[in-house]
Antibody, heavy 117, light 108 residues
């Protein structure tokens, strides 16, 4: 069974750094692109970027380029999103999702990130 | 970048009724469009891909149609568990993998 397990909720202060994770189970982690999607409180879905864990080829949405870093460690079937300096506007739910032919077919449960002073 | 516009923003219906949701693309995406359902407090779930193919385990009351720039998600006989937010997403020349703004189907 395909599963994506995400790290737990985080509460951070503005300016702090953060790295959240997404671990894949039940499929060949290196054989599929994996995407990250942001959902701000009460809002819709925004694609942040995608990574191909086999060779770490990464593509970013222009809205997120330079704001986050997406990476993967294929040896432990885990992908990451990291921030070097969080802002209050980064408060959101972050989902990872496996991509099959450009569609998100399996989703993680989400990681809630709260940034508040 | 292709923009997806969903309408209406909110659809108020009763159980048993038919729901018709629209997604319009700013330029042709051929049939490369998906629909997702998101219930409160849950991650989205893939319903339809390539405009009209139901994903694994999706009930037959969900159907998708359209091509080019105009797409429709139809829920033929609303069940209580179908009240949720629905998003469309295209994959043309991905990335990007843009979503529409969503349609909320609420109980009337």
């Amino acid at each position: 069974e395909v599963q994506l397990v995400q790290s737990g909720a985080e509460v951070k202060k503005p300016g702090e750094s953060l790295k959240i994770s997404c671990k894949g189970f039940g499929y060949s982690f290196t054989g599929y692109w994996l995407g990250w999607v942001r959902q701000m409180p009460g809002k819709g879905l925004e694609w942040m970027g995608v990574i191909y864990p086999y060779d770490s080829d990464t593509r970013y949405s222009p809205s997120f380029q330079g704001q986050v870093t997406i990476s993967a460690d294929k040896s432990i079937s885990t992908a990451y999103v990291q921030w070097s300096a969080l802002k209050a506007s980064d408060t959101a739910m972050y989902y990872c999702a496996r991509l099959r032919d450009g569609y998100y077919d399996y989703w993680g449960p989400g990681t809630l990130v709260t940034v508040s002073s | 970048e292709i923009v997806l516009t969903q309408s209406p923003a909110t659809l108020s219906l009763s159980p048993g009724e038919r729901a018709t949701l629209s997604c319009r693309a700013s330029q042709s995406v051929t049939s490369q469009l998906a629909w997702y359902q998101q219930k409160p407090g849950q991650a989205p779930r893939l319903l339809i891909y390539d405009a009209s193919n139901r994903a694994t385990g999706i009930p037959a009351r969900f159907s998708g149609s359209g091509s080019g720039t105009d797409f429709t998600l139809t829920i033929s006989n609303l069940e209580p568990e179908d009240f949720a937010v629905y998003y469309c997403q295209h994959r043309t020349n991905w990335p990007p993998l843009t979503f529409g703004g969503g349609t909320k189907v609420e109980i009337k």
